[in-house]
C-alpha cells in the first residue's frame, strides 16, 4: 500500500514538472528565438564588420603600389644603353627567395672602383626603366655608379609588393652592391624618391646597414603612410584609426630617430602630392649630426631633379660629405674633389 502511495506521489511530481516546463516552453522558444536571432545577429555583424575591414586591409595595396602604370610597365623595361649609359643587368635573391631584377651602371671600368655608387629607390609607379633620364643626370654630373633597383612585382622582378617585401629588396640590393669587388665599398650612397625615400630611411636606419651607407639622399618623401592617407583622404576620421589597421605604414618619421648616416633632404617646393612640410618634419626629426635641408623652388613632386642646380647641390653635399669625414680623420690621404668642379645640369 505504501509503495503505491509513494509511485504515485514521484509520478504526480513528473508530470508537475512536465506540464511546468510544457506551459513555460513556448517562454523557452521564444528565448531560444531571440539567443539566436541577437547572437546570430550580432555573430552576423561581426563577420560582416570583419569581411569589410578585411576588403578595405587588403585593398591597400592597390591605391599604394602602381607597377601597372603607365601600362607594360611588367613586360618592358627600358634599358639604359639608349641613354648611352654603359651596364649590366643584374639579379639578386631577396632573404625570402624573390628574385630582383636591378641595372647596375657603371662608369667606365677605369674609374669605376674610383667613384661613388648610388643605389636609388624609385616611386611608387611604373618600373626602373623609367628613371634613366635621372640616371643620366646623375651619372654625368656625380661621375658615380648607379644601382638601379626594381621591387619585386615591379617590372621583370618576381613577387608582389608589400611594405616588409620592398625592405627585403633593399636590404639584398645593398648586400648585393657590397658583394662586389669592383665597386668602392666606403662610398655607397642611398637614394630614394618619394615611397623610394621611405625603402632608403628604412635601410639607413638599420643598425647592421647604417655602417655601411656613406650618405643619404631623399627626395619629396612623406613622414608616413597613415600621415599620407589624412592628407590625400582628408577624413577627420582616420585620426582615430588604430596603426594596425594601415597594411603599409612606412613610418619614416619615427625612424628619423634612428639615423646617424648623413642625409640630404631634397624638397620639391611645388610638390602637389606629399606636402613639402612633411620634408621638413623628417629633416627635424633626424638625429643625424651631418643633415641639409634643400629646398628647391619649383620641384614638382616627379620632376624636381630637373631644375636648375639640382646636380650641382648634390655635388656640394657629398662634396662636404669627404671633406667632413677627412675631418674627422676617417681618410688619411687627400681626396681629389676636381672630377666635381664643372657641375652642370644636363
Ligand atoms: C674609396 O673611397 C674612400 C673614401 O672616399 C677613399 O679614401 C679610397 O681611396 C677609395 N678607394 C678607391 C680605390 O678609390
Ligand atoms: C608622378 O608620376 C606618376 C607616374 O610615373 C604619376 O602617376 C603621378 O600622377 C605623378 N605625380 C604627380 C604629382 O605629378
Request: net charge positive; proline share 4%.
Amino acid at each position: 500500500m505504501g509503495g503505491y502511495v509513494q509511485l504515485t506521489r514521484v509520478l504526480g511530481t513528473l508530470l508537475k514538472m512536465i506540464l511546468k516546463v510544457w506551459a513555460y516552453s513556448g517562454l523557452v522558444l521564444v528565448f531560444c528565438f531571440l539567443l539566436y536571432y541577437v547572437y546570430g545577429g550580432v555573430f552576423a555583424v561581426v563577420l560582416l564588420f570583419f569581411a569589410l575591414t578585411g576588403v578595405l586591409y587588403h585593398v591597400q595595396d592597390n591605391f599604394l603600389f602602381y607597377p601597372e602604370l603607365p601600362s607594360h610597365s611588367r613586360v618592358y623595361v627600358p634599358i639604359p644603353s639608349t641613354l648611352g649609359l654603359p651596364y649590366e643587368t643584374v639579379q639578386t635573391r631577396g632573404s625570402d627567395g624573390v628574385l630582383i631584377h636591378m641595372y647596375f651602371i657603371h662608369q667606365p671600368k677605369d674609374r669605376q672602383r674610383l667613384s661613388p655608387t648610388i643605389v636609388f629607390f624609385h616611386g611608387n609607379a611604373g618600373n626602373m626603366g623609367h628613371r634613366l633620364q635621372n640616371c643620366r643626370g646623375l651619372y654625368h654630373n656625380l661621375h658615380c655608379n648607379i644601382l638601379l633597383v626594381e621591387y619585386r612585382g615591379y617590372g621583370l622582378s618576381e613577387g608582389h609588393p608589400t611594405e616588409e617585401g620592398l625592405y627585403l629588396d633593399a636590404k639584398a640590393s645593398l648586400d648585393y652592391i657590397l658583394s662586389r669587388s669592383d665597386v668602392n665599398h666606403s662610398e655607397i650612397i642611398v637614394f630614394g624618391r618619394s615611397l623610394g625615400g621611405a625603402v632608403a630611411v628604412d635601410l639607413a636606419s638599420r643598425e647592421e646597414y647604417a655602417s655601411k651607407i656613406w650618405c643619404l639622399v631623399i627626395e619629396n618623401t612623406f613622414t608616413s603612410i597613415p600621415d599620407m592617407a589624412k592628407v590625400l583622404l582628408g577624413w577627420r576620421l582616420l585620426q582615430y584609426f588604430p596603426l594596425f589597421f594601415y597594411k603599409n605604414k612606412f613610418l619614416s618619421y619615427h625612424k628619423m630617430k634612428f639615423l646617424r648616416v648623413p642625409t640630404l633632404f631634397i624638397s620639391g617646393m611645388a610638390d602637389s602630392l606629399v606636402p613639402p612640410r612633411m620634408m621638413s618634419e623628417l629633416y627635424n626629426n633626424c638625429r643625424s649630426v651631418r643633415k641639409q635641408l634643400l629646398q628647391i623652388p619649383d620641384g614638382t613632386h616627379n620632376e624636381t631633379w630637373t631644375a636648375q642646380g639640382y646636380y650641382h647641390s648634390l655635388a656640394v653635399f657629398l662634396q662636404n660629405c669627404r671633406i667632413q669625414m677627412e675631418e674627422k680623420g676617417d681618410f688619411s690621404n687627400k681626396i681629389d674633389i676636381s672630377g666635381w668642379n664643372n657641375v652642370q645640369n644636363i
